[in-house]
C-alpha cells in the first residue's frame, strides 16, 4: 500500500519469513540487522511500534522504472508501506500538479554518432545514487574528535544559505542531526561567493581527515591509459553531474561530515568531495562495480573516455556503458560530453587516432621562455638550469656569459647573451621531455612560486637515489584582477592553481608543496583555524585541496625552480582567471596580507607590565575589589583568566599599550565610527572603548579629508536697500550660441530691476564702458557687489569706482549663492534664450522681451509690485490699457514695501533652513582648518591636506591664511576643523594688527589680503 504519510519502507512479519525462506528472494538482502537505527510511531500515537528487523535490497516496480537500494523496516502487526520518498522516486505517487517520472528513449546526434540515450522527462526530488550498499569510513577511534563550530555566515548571504540548505536536504545529500545522533565530530561551513547572485557552500573538513583511515585504490596514469588506446579512431568523453554525491555513506559514517550552520547541526547522507578518501572511494566504485563488464572505457574520477577501433565497436561499447549508467541511475552533465569524435581533449590531452600530443603543453613554459630584462630574472633562469645541469652537456662552458651577468648590479643584453639563453632554453626543454617519466611510487615534491604578473610550477619526482628529474612544468599569466592581489595571496594561488594543474598526478598519492611563502604553510598546514568570519579567499582556496594528501614546507627564494617560470612567463593576453566567480566584484573578499597585528605572547607580556590589569587579576582571584576598579567590578561575572590574560566572556581585555595598536588595525581600510566599535566588541573590551575608538577615528586625518562637507549654516536674511540704486550686483552670463556669447548682467538689489547687454569682450575697459551708459540713466549707485571674476579684479576696474566714490565688494569665492540676486536673474535670461530657439524667433527681440515683461510688466510676488514702480516710484503705462492715472496711483509706502520683503525673506528662511539641513558651524577666528578641493576626481578626497588659520569670520565668509602665507576667502561650508597639530607643528593664530586690520566697528570695509579681497559687515 502507498502511504504519502509515511516516512519509511514496512514490510509485515509474516512477507519477511516468506521473503527469507526464499533462496533466490533472500539473496537479495543487501544488509540485515535486528536493531533499528530509528524508533517508529504510529501515525496520531505515541507509541512506540515494535520493529523486528531492518533490511536493504534491490526494489523492482516496472520494466521502465529504474531499479535501487531502498531500506525496509519489518513490523509485527502493521500492514506492508511504501513510504513517501521512495514512492515519489518510482513516480507511483503523484503530488498536485507533477508531471509523472517516465523514462524515454531520445536519440541524440552528437556528432557523428547516433545514440540512444536514456534520460528522464523530469527528475525525482532526491538526487539519484548509486546501486551500492552505502560506503563505510575508517577511522581513528583514539584520536579525539574534532570540533569547530564556529560560523560567521555574511547576513546578505543568510537567506541563500538557507534555500542552498534546503535544497541539500530535499535532494537526500544530507540531513538534519537529531539529538540522538552521534554529534562527537562538527565542522563549520563556509560561505564562498560564486558571482554577483550565487554562493558556493564549503564545509571545513581538514578536522576529521586527520583522523580518518586513507584507502588508497590505484588511480590510472596516462602511461596504462595511452596502453588501452592503441589502435583506438573514435572517441566520446562523458562528464558526471555532482558524481560524489552518487554514492551514499553508511550511517555508522556520517557523524563524520557533521558541520554548523547556525541555526542546527546537519551532515552528509552522501559522499562530500572534502573527504581525504572520497576520490579514492568513487574511483574504485565507478571502475570496478558500475563500469563493471564494460568494454573500450577509461575513467579518471568522473571523466570518461569511451573509445573503439571502428565506428560500430565504439557505437557498441558507448551502448554498454551508457546502459551501465542507467542502471546506476547516473546523473551527466550534457554540456560537457561530446560523442562520436575522431579526437577529443581528455585530462589535458589531445587524444586522435593518429596517438596522443600535449593539448595544454606541459612545458610549454619553457619553451616559450621570454629572455630576462633584469638581474633577478637571469639569476631565476640560471636556477632551473642548475636544477637540471648534469643533463646538459657542457653546461659550465654554455653559461658562463650568462654567470658573469648574474653576479654584477647592471643588466644589459647582447647577441652573445640572447643565443647562450636560447641554447640553454632548447636543451631544459629536450631535458625536460626526455625525462619525464612519472611513477606513483617515487618520491613527488611540487615546486610553486608567484611573480607580479604569473604563477610557475614545476613537478619534480625522486628515484631510489634521490636523483630528481622534472615531470611536467606549467606557467599562468595572471588576469588584471589577480594582479592586484597581494603577494602572499597570489603565492596560495599559485599553490592551488599547481596541485589542480597537476592533479592527474597527485590525486591519492602523498606529495610535498615547496614555496617560499612561509605564512601560506599556516593556512595550507592545517594549523589556521576557519569559520570564526567571513571565509578570506586564500581560506576558501585552501578547502580545495581538503582531498589531497600534502605537506607544505618552505625553501629559500633562490632555491625555487619555479621562480623562472612565474618570471619569464611570455606576456600573452591574461588566462581565465582561476576561480569561476569574479570574487573582485565582492567586498567579502578585502583580504587582510600578512601577519597578526597582535600576538597572544605580547598580550600577555604587556598585560604582566599593566598595573591595573595586574590589579584586576588579584581582584578576580581573590574578590577583593579595590574602589578604583569599579568599572571592572560591575562586569565581574563574565571575567576570567588565563595566566596574565584577561578575557570578559570571549573578548579580551586589552592593556593599555596595546590599545591604540588594535583600535589602528580595526581602523584600517577607514570604517567609520560604527563599522571599527563594531570590529572591536567582536574581539576586545575595556572600560571606556567605544569614546576611545571614537577619539581615534575623529582624530584619523584621512577620514577627515574623505568626510562630507558641514551642512551649510542658516540663511542671513539681507536687508533691503534703504532706496534704489544704491546697491547693484553684476555678473557675466556665458552662452556661445547666441551672438557674441557674452551677456552683462545688472540688477538693482532693491527694486529687482534688470539690465542686460550683450558684450564684446569682458576685459575691465569694456566692462566699465557698458556701466557708464547704464550709470548715464539712473546714476552712480552707491555699493557695487560681484563676483571674483578676472574684469572685476582687476586694479583699473577698482580704482575707476572707487575714485568715483563707489564701493567695491565682492562674494566669497567658490560660492556664488552669496550672490542670489544676480544668479536668479541668469535663470531666467537662460530661459528666455532656451526659448527663442524652440519658437525659432530671433534671440534679441525675445531677450528684449523678457526684460522689458520682468522689469514693467510683471509685478514681484514678494512685494505686489514691478521693479519699475519700485525704482521710478510710478507705474509704467504702454503694454497694456490701464485706468490709472500718473499722479493719482503713485503713493508708493517704502516702510510697507520694507515690512512685506523681510516678512517673505523669514518665511523663506525658515523652509530653506530646514530643506538644507542648516546647522551652525562653531568655527572662529584662530582655528585650524582643511578647505574643500573644488577641482577633483572621483578618487581624490573631498578637503585637501593643507591647513590654514582663520584669520576673520563674518557670517558665512571666513577670511584664512595658509602656512605659507597665501590667503583665501572661503564659504564656511567649505572649511573643516584639522586634526589636532603635534606641538611643533602648531601655528600662531593672527595678530591683534591683523585683526584690526579686518575688524572696524563703525563700518563696513573692504580691502584684500594678499592676492584675494574680502568684505566684512560688522
Excluded at 525462506?21 to 517508529?40: F, G, V, Y
Excluded at 552528437?110 to 575508517?138: C, D
Excluded at 570590529?679 to 569614546?691: A, D, K, L, V
Amino acid at each position: 500500500m502507498i502511504d504519502s504519510g509515511a516516512q519509511v519502507n514496512t514490510v509485515t512479519k509474516l512477507s519477511f519469513s516468506k521473503i527469507v525462506a526464499d533462496e533466490l528472494a533472500s539473496s537479495k538482502i543487501l544488509a540485515l540487522s535486528s536493531n533499528t537505527d530509528q524508533p517508529l510511531k504510529g501515525y496520531g500515537s505515541n507509541d512506540p511500534i515494535k520493529v523486528v528487523a531492518v533490511f536493504s535490497a534491490e526494489l523492482f516496480v516496472s520494466e521502465d522504472r529504474p531499479v535501487m537500494v531502498e531500506k525496509f523496516y519489518v513490523v509485527d502487526e502493521l500492514r506492508a508501506l511504501l513510504g513517501f520518498n521512495t514512492a515519489v522516486r518510482y513516480s507511483v505517487l503523484d503530488i498536485g500538479l507533477t508531471v509523472p517520472v517516465r523514462y524515454q528513449r531520445l536519440s541524440f546526434n552528437r556528432g557523428n554518432s547516433n545514440i540512444a540515450l536514456v534520460e528522464s522527462a523530469s527528475r525525482p526530488a532526491e538526487f539519484p545514487k548509486f546501486n551500492v550498499p552505502p560506503i563505510t569510513l575508517k577511522y581513528n577511534t583514539d584520536m579525539p574528535p574534532s570540533r569547530n563550530v564556529y560560523t560567521n555566515i555574511p547576513i546578505a548571504f543568510k537567506e541563500l544559505t538557507k534555500q542552498k540548505l534546503s535544497d541539500l536536504l530535499i535532494s537526500g545529500i544530507i540531513e538534519e542531526v537529531t539529538p540522538d545522533m552521534d554529534r562527537s565530530f562538527c565542522s563549520s561551513l563556509l560561505v564562498v561567493p560564486k558571482g554577483r547572485d550565487d554562493i558556493r557552500l564549503v564545509i571545513d573538513l581538514r578536522g576529521p581527515n586527520r583522523s580518518i583511515h586513507r584507502t588508497p585504490f590505484k588511480m590510472p596514469t596516462f602511461e596504462t591509459i595511452l596502453m588501452e588506446l592503441h589502435g583506438a579512431e573514435w572517441f566520446s568523453t562523458i562528464d558526471l553531474k555532482n558524481a560524489f554525491f552518487h554514492i551514499e555513506l553508511h550511517e555508522n559514517s556520517r557523524h563524520l561530515t557533521n558541520f554548523f550552520a547556525g541555526d542546527g547541526i546537519y551532515r552528509y547522507k552522501r559522499l562530500p568531495f572534502g573527504l581525504c578518501n572520497a576520490p579514492d572511494i568513487f574511483q574504485e566504485v565507478l571502475q570496478t562495480v558500475v563500469l563493471a563488464g564494460c568494454e573500450g572505457v577509461v575513467n579518471y574520477l568522473d571523466d570518461m573516455m569511451i573509445f573503439g577501433k571502428t565506428k560500430e565497436e565504439h557505437d557498441r561499447n558507448l551502448a554498454k556503458v551508457m546502459e551501465c549508467l542507467k542502471n546506476h541511475n547516473v546523473m551527466i552533465n550534457e554540456e560537457k560530453c561530446k560523442f562520436g569524435q575522431k579526437s577529443v581533449d581528455f585530462l589535458g590531452f589531445l587524444v586522435s587516432s593518429d596517438g596522443w600530443k600535449l593539448a595544454d603543453d606541459k612545458i610549454a613554459a619553457l619553451k616559450n621562455f621570454r629572455s630576462p630584462a633584469t638581474i633577478a630574472e637571469v639569476k631565476s633562469f640560471l636556477g632551473l638550469i642548475n636544477f637540471i645541469e648534469r643533463f646538459i652537456p657542457h653546461r659550465a662552458q654554455r653559461t658562463w656569459r650568462l654567470r658573469e651577468l648574474a653576479k654584477g648590479d647592471h643588466f644589459y643584453w647582447d647577441n652573445d647573451l640572447e643565443k647562450e639563453f636560447e641554447f640553454l632554453k632548447n636543451d631544459a626543454w629536450k631535458t625536460v621531455t626526455s625525462l619525464g617519466y612519472y611513477s606513483r611510487f617515487d618520491e613527488t615534491e611540487l615546486y610553486v612560486d608567484a611573480s607580479p604578473f604569473g604563477l610557475g610550477a614545476v613537478l619534480v619526482q625522486f628515484d631510489k637515489d634521490h636523483q630528481p628529474r622534472v615531470i611536467a612544468c606549467a606557467s599562468k599569466t595572471l588576469t588584471p584582477v589577480e594582479q592586484k592581489y597581494p603577494q602572499t595571496q597570489k603565492e596560495a594561488l599559485a599553490m592551488v592553481w599547481g596541485v589542480e594543474k597537476f592533479s592527474m598526478y597527485l590525486m591519492s598519492i602523498s606529495f610535498t608543496i615547496r614555496t617560499d611563502a612561509e605564512a601560506n604553510e599556516f593556512i595550507f598546514g592545517g594549523l589556521h583555524r576557519i569559520g570564526r568570519r567571513a571565509v578570506t579567499r586564500a581560506e576558501a582556496w585552501a578547502l580545495k585541496l581538503q582531498p589531497y594528501s600534502f605537506t607544505v614546507r618552505r625553501i629559500p627564494g633562490n632555491m625555487n625552480i619555479a621562480d623562472a617560470l612565474s618570471r619569464l612567463v611570455v606576456q600573452n593576453p591574461p588566462d581565465k582567471s582561476f576561480d569561476d566567480e569574479t570574487d573582485d566584484k565582492h567586498l567579502l573578499y578585502f583580504l587582510d596580507t600578512g601577519a597578526m597585528e597582535l600576538t597572544w605572547d605580547e598580550i600577555a607580556s604587556s598585560s604582566e607590565q599593566d598595573k591595573e590589569l595586574c590589579s584586576v587579576k588579584a581582584a578576580i582571584e581573590t574578590g577583593q575589589w579595590e574602589s578604583g576598579l569599579r568599572r571592572y567590578e560591575s562586569q565581574s561575572r563574565n571575567l576570567r583568566s588565563l595566566g596574565f590574560t584577561i578575557f570578559k566572556n570571549d573578548q579580551v581585555i586589552l592593556p593599555q599599550a596595546l590599545r591604540n595598536t588594535a583600535i589602528r588595525s580595526a581602523h584600517q581600510g577607514h570604517m567609520g565610527v560604527s563599522s571599527t566599535k563594531r570590529i572591536m566588541r567582536e574581539y576586545f573590551w575595556w572600560p571606556g572603548m567605544s569614546s576611545d575608538v571614537e577619539a581615534y577615528v575623529k582624530a584619523c586625518e584621512t577620514c577627515l579629508l574623505l568626510s562630507r562637507k558641514n551642512p551649510p549654516i542658516p540663511l542671513t536674511n539681507r536687508e533691503l536697500p534703504r532706496g534704489p540704486w544704491e546697491i547693484i550686483q553684476i555678473d557675466f552670463y556665458t552662452d556661445k550660441e547666441f551672438g557674441f556669447g557674452e551677456f552683462l548682467v545688472v540688477v538693482d538689489v532693491y527694486s529687482r530691476y534688470l539690465h542686460v547687454m550683450e558684450m564684446k569682450a569682458i576685459n575691465a575697459e569694456s566692462t566699465i564702458d557698458a556701466l557708464n551708459k547704464i550709470f548715464l540713466v539712473w546714476g552712480y549707485p552707491l555699493i557695487i557687489q560681484s563676483d571674483n571674476g578676472p574684469p572685476f579684479q582687476s586694479d583699473l576696474f577698482v580704482k575707476t569706482w572707487k575714485n568715483r566714490g563707489i564701493a567695491i565688494q565682492k562674494s566669497i569665492p567658490m560660492s556664488p549663492q552669496s550672490n542670489g540676486a544676480i544668479e536668479r536673474q541668469n535663470q531666467g535670461i537662460k530661459k528666455a534664450l532656451a526659448a527663442s530657439k524652440l519658437d525659432n524667433c530671433n534671440w534679441r527681440i525675445a531677450l528684449e522681451r523678457y526684460v522689458h515683461n520682468h522689469n514693467k510688466v510683471r509685478p514681484l510676488s514678494r512685494l505686489g509690485v514691478t521693479p519699475f514702480e519700485l525704482l521710478v516710484g510710478w507705474k509704467y503705462r504702454g503694454t497694456f490699457p490701464c485706468l490709472w492715472e500718473a499722479s493719482a496711483d503713485n503713493d508708493l509706502d517704502r516702510e510697507e514695501i520694507r515690512e512685506k520683503d523681510a516678512f517673505s525673506k523669514q518665511e523663506s528662511k525658515r523652509y530653506t533652513d530646514s530643506k538644507r539641513g542648516a546647522k551652525e558651524s562653531n568655527l572662529a577666528v584662530g582655528d585650524r582648518v582643511v578647505l574643500a578641493q573644488q577641482k577633483r576626481l572621483k578618487s581624490d578626497p573631498t578637503f585637501g591636506i593643507e591647513k590654514y588659520t582663520i584669520l576673520a569670520r563674518d557670517g558665512a565668509k571666513l577670511v584664512v591664511r595658509s602656512d605659507r602665507g597665501v590667503v583665501y576667502s572661503r564659504n564656511v561650508e567649505d572649511a573643516k576643523r584639522a586634526v589636532q597639530d603635534s606641538p611643533d607643528e602648531t601655528t600662531p593664530g593672527p595678530t591683534d594688527k591683523q585683526k584690526s586690520d579686518v575688524f572696524n566697528a563703525d563700518e563696513t570695509l573692504t580691502g584684500h589680503i594678499g592676492d584675494e579681497s574680502y568684505i566684512l559687515t560688522s
